[in-house]
């Protein structure tokens, strides 16, 4: 009878072993899966917009006339976007090799589109009602509200000089790169900061 009774005991060992092993798994599967939770809740999410970018050889504005290289950028659909919170990466190589990048951030230095001294950030939202640029800061990039409808527009060549980092130091700056024209590839990217994450990121051919 003892030596049934140590058999029992030795074959319940490995059983409560097991029950032990499968509570303990549980616990920390639980403890991570509430930890990854809580980093998820706290991060903050893209916004969500189909946004299309042009680079145009000429384009026609306001006043009956052409502007040479125009880029704009058209929020087709999604939700509004505060542009503060944006950063516009540019990457562009010529035919030499030779590789400009620039990072228009909200605090970049503002550009004299037509030589008269007035001042503002590419790019600006494209909105009459609002004025011409140069004569209200809050069409300067980073202090609107980006909607479905909006465009917007470096102005003039010089806009587009500054945010390719292609510009001259003349006044109004000019493209310098003499490579740069119809058929050139700029890779743009539009990275929401506070998500880390990029809205677009296309290569766009200047038409």
């Known amino acids: 009878m003892k030596q049934r009774k140590t058999v029992q005991e030795h074959a319940v060992s490995p059983v409560v072993g097991v029950m032990l092993m499968l509570v303990v798994t549980i616990i920390i599967a639980a403890v991570v899966s509430a930890f990854a939770g809580g ?88 909105d009459a009602r609002l004025g011409y640029s140069g004569n209200n800061p809050s069409k300067d990039f980073g202090n609107y509200s980006w909607k479905v409808g909006d465009v917007l527009s470096t102005g003039s060549s010089a806009g587009t000089a500054d945010i390719l980092a292609i510009n001259s130091t003349a006044t109004p700056h000019t493209i310098l790169d003499s490579d740069f024209g119809p058929g050139s590839i700029v890779e743009v990217k539009i990275l929401h900061v506070p998500s880390g994450q990029y809205i677009y990121d296309r290569e766009v051919t200047v038409q």
């Open 39 to 126: 980093l998820s809740s706290g991060t903050q999410k893209a916004p969500q917009a189909s946004i299309e970018v042009k680079i145009l050889s000429e384009a026609g504005n306001t006043m009956g006339g052409t502007n040479e290289y125009l880029m704009t950028f058209s929020q087709q659909s999604g939700e509004p976007i505060s542009t503060k919170d944006l950063n516009i990466i540019t990457y562009y190589k010529n035919k030499a090799g030779k590789i400009y990048k620039n990072t228009q951030t909200p605090t970049s230095t503002p550009t004299d589109l037509y030589g008269y001294g007035s001042t503002t950030r590419v790019p600006y939202i494209s």
